[in-house]
């Protein structure tokens, strides 16, 4: 049996508008990026909230592609809804709308058989609940978790508290400044790696992403894509991307998670290819590892006087 890989976060229906076409009532939120990437190269486990009028088609994309839904809860009421719109250039958006329905009231519960898993990502959640999911699980291996802004200022000392009792906090660069109160982006991550986290995983958006630990730093660009459909869920898919990645290869050294990186970064630049999930639903094993070779090609280069 393979080690368990949970994720805790939003599901939702998302309705988003590019210069390239929208969609409505969408399958979205950060579980489903996350697991829908990871899927491909680790079964993944998640746990959620749907409303009653969330599609069964939706869930059945996720089972499909061997997900555990043993931990998504069905309530009375309205699904998680977002509605965001994105610029000319994709590079920032609007959010026109964030329906919360049941989402309001969730209170994650790990289904017993999801208590051993050694791998766990929290999604951008209230950190009080991302503290009630660690009293739940039983000895991970190695824990990462996401926040937002929303959270920063809202529940600033929770999140700090939550901060010593994860591995790895994964934010994109305006949270870590937001959270670190410094504009300097290696200043912030060694900020944060003084309130606990043995490692920061940074995302830059189109300039790509950091890992930061104390002595070292590792960046992976971003992928040189000529077409970008729909931008959303991008960290979601890395999230999803690098913890599979270690969860397949069951090896939390320094190497491997730079491996995790390109994985990440991979699955990110798969995901903005179409909209929504719909490129990553269908994405082969074949396909991933080509991306990562392209982004080893991309960065590879010999010194003076080598071969
Ligand atoms: P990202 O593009 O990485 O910010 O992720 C976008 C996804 O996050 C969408 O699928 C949304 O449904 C979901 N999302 C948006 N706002 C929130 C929120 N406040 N809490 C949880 N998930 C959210």
Redesign the pocket.
């Known amino acids: 049996m393979s080690v368990g890989l949970v994720v805790v976060?939003?599901i939702?229906?998302?309705s988003v508008i590019t210069p390239f076409g929208e969609t409505a009532d969408a399958l979205?939120?950060?579980a489903?990026?996350f697991a829908m990437a990871g899927a491909v190269l680790h079964p993944v486990q998640v746990v959620g909230v749907v409303g009653s009028d969330f599609p069964e088609a939706h869930l059945e994309k996720l089972a499909a592609r061997g997900v555990d839904l043993a931990g998504v809860e069905r309530q009375q009421g309205e699904s998680?809804?977002?509605k965001?719109r994105y610029s000319y250039d994709l590079n920032s958006?609007e959010?026109l709308e964030?329906r919360?329905g049941v989402?309001a009231h969730f209170q994650p519960r790990i289904p017993a058989k999801f208590r051993d898993a050694k791998f766990v990502f929290l999604?951008?959640?209230d950190p009080a609940l991302q503290l009630n999911v660690l009293d739940q699980v039983k000895q991970p291996t190695l824990v990462a978790c996401d926040t937002?802004n929303?959270w920063i200022q809202g529940k600033r000392d929770l999140l700090l508290e939550l901060l010593r009792h994860i591995d790895i906090l994964m934010v994109?660069d305006s949270e870590a400044r937001e959270l670190s109160g410094d504009w300097n982006i290696y200043r912030a991550a060694h900020w944060i790696l003084g309130r606990g986290p043995k490692m920061v995983v940074i995302k830059q958006g189109d300039h790509g992403a950091l890992l930061v630990d104390p002595e070292t730093i590792f960046k992976v660009p971003a992928y040189p894509l000529q077409d970008v459909f729909d931008?959303?869920?991008?960290?979601?898919?890395f999230a999803g991307g690098f913890m599979a990645y270690v969860a397949r290869t069951g090896d939390v050294t320094f190497p491997n998670l730079r491996r995790a990186m390109v994985y990440g970064s991979a699955m990110g630049s798969l995901a903005v290819e179409a909209f929504?999930v719909q490129r990553l639903e269908q994405v082969t094993l074949k396909e991933v590892r080509g991306r990562v070779k392209a982004f080893r090609d991309l960065v590879h280069f010999s010194l003076d006087g080598e071969e």
């Open positions: 976060g939003s939702a229906l998302d979205g939120g950060a489903v990026f998680f809804r977002w965001a958006r959010t964030t919360l989402f999604g951008n959640i937002m929303y994109n931008p959303t869920g991008a960290g979601d898919a929504g």
